[in-house]
């Protein structure tokens, strides 16, 4: 039924994921049950989408992990099952056991739905609160850098949080669900604005997150729904793994990370290491590069 769209999206994406590797996560559209007619989900996806997932020892194409650039990077099945006795939670952390903080100093998971959202749009589903609370937990004592979703069409950035709460050894979390729809984008967020919801904006948009060190990450969102790129939200993150614990006295080159392939950057910058952790903030405040000392 739907099989003509999966063939025109790919040779419309073709002539830029034939040049640079493409890692992606499933959501809510790929399912594809039709009732009474084929009970099996996600098999167009699976068939056109095969990731490495037996790499990282994985038995499902819907989640897995892979290295990139000094980042270890978790993708997450929301809509396969989560639950503590699950395949995808054992994976999960046995996946974790083997990151090491020295070699991919960074961490960071994505899924689809959600944990954090005050926008009007997909609130109450078990996708979100159903796996956050299967979760959280987990990738918090692992010391998860940020979590990335989508899901919601619009851009939301919390603070480091946990168990809904400010922690600065909480990962950031961002709803970057923006990219375009054709029910347009929603709209509507829920008021006040929550005290860890940073920035939130309904606009289409993209995001780069260019880890500059081992220490030391720029996230910046990207406003273009009027045919131009704006930055319009910049933040400066703090490795979680750069407390003096884990990381003492070493300096990493930089790379930028688009969450695909990884794009050398020719200047290392040793400037930017500082092992006391101050300068960028842990709350994901914005900090100026020049206020990052040497």
């Given at each position: 039924?739907?099989?003509?769209?999966?063939?025109?999206?790919?040779?419309?994406?073709?002539?830029?994921?034939?040049?640079?590797?493409?890692?992606?996560?499933?959501?809510?559209?790929?399912?594809?049950?039709?009732p009474g007619v084929h009970k099996e989900p996600f098999?167009?996806?699976?068939?056109?989408?095969?990731?490495?997932?037996?790499?990282?020892?994985?038995?499902?194409?819907?989640?897995?992990?892979?290295?990139?650039?000094?980042?270890?990077?978790?993708?997450?099945?929301?809509?396969?099952?989560?639950?503590?006795?699950?395949?995808?939670?054992?994976?999960?952390?046995?996946?974790?056991?083997?990151?090491?903080?020295?070699?991919?100093?960074?961490?960071?998971?994505?899924?689809?739905?959600?944990?954090?959202?005050?926008?009007?749009?997909?609130?109450?589903?078990?996708?979100?609160?159903?796996?956050?609370?299967?979760?959280?937990?987990?990738?918090?004592?692992?010391?998860?850098?940020?979590?990335?979703?989508?899901?919601?069409?619009?851009?939301?950035?919390?603070?480091?949080?946990?168990?809904?709460?400010?922690?600065?050894?909480?990962?950031?979390?961002?709803?970057?669900?923006?990219?375009?729809?054709?029910?347009?984008?929603?709209?509507?967020?829920?008021?006040?604005?929550?005290?860890?919801?940073?920035?939130?904006?309904?606009?289409?948009?993209?995001?780069?997150?260019?880890?500059?060190?081992?220490?030391?990450?720029?996230?910046?969102?990207?406003?273009?729904?009027?045919?131009?790129?704006?930055?319009?939200?910049?933040?400066?993150?703090?490795?979680?793994?750069?407390?003096?614990?884990?990381?003492?006295?070493?300096?990493?080159?930089?790379?930028?990370?688009?969450?695909?392939?990884?794009?050398?950057?020719?200047?290392?910058?040793?400037?930017?290491?500082?092992?006391?952790?101050?300068?960028?903030?842990?709350?994901?405040?914005?900090?100026?590069?020049?206020?990052?000392?040497?």
């Amino acid at each position: 039924m739907y099989q003509p769209w999966w063939d025109t999206f790919g040779q419309m994406v073709q002539p830029v994921a034939s040049k640079r590797p493409w890692m992606v996560t499933q959501g809510n559209h790929e399912i594809e049950i039709i009732p009474g007619v084929h009970k099996e989900p996600f098999t167009s996806y699976n068939a056109r989408w095969v990731m490495p997932y037996e790499e990282s020892g994985s038995s499902s194409n819907l989640y897995y992990s892979f290295e990139v650039a000094g980042v270890h990077v978790l993708m997450l099945g929301s809509y396969t099952e989560f639950g503590h006795d699950s395949a995808q939670y054992n994976w999960l952390q046995a996946d974790l056991k083997k990151v090491d903080r020295i070699k991919t100093p960074w961490l960071i998971a994505l899924i689809h739905a959600p944990w954090y959202n005050s926008n009007e749009a997909h609130q109450g589903e078990y996708q979100s609160f159903g796996m956050k609370s299967s979760m959280e937990d987990l990738l918090y004592g692992a010391r998860v850098d940020a979590i990335f979703a989508g899901h919601v069409h619009a851009y939301e950035r919390f603070t480091q949080v946990y168990k809904d709460q400010a922690d600065k050894c909480g990962p950031v979390h961002i709803t970057i669900g923006d990219g375009g729809n054709h029910n347009g984008l929603a709209t509507k967020y829920i008021s006040p604005q929550p005290k860890i919801s940073v920035f939130r904006e309904a606009s289409f948009g993209h995001g780069e997150f260019e880890v500059v060190n081992a220490t030391h990450a720029q996230w910046t969102w990207h406003r273009n729904q009027d045919d131009e790129a704006v930055a319009s939200d910049v933040v400066w993150l703090t490795s979680l793994a750069s407390n003096g614990v884990i990381i003492v006295g070493v300096c990493y080159g930089g790379w930028l990370v688009n969450f695909l392939p990884q794009v050398p950057v020719t200047r290392a910058h040793p400037s930017i290491y500082n092992p006391s952790g101050q300068g960028a903030s842990d709350t994901g405040e914005e900090v100026s590069p020049s206020k990052l000392s040497p």
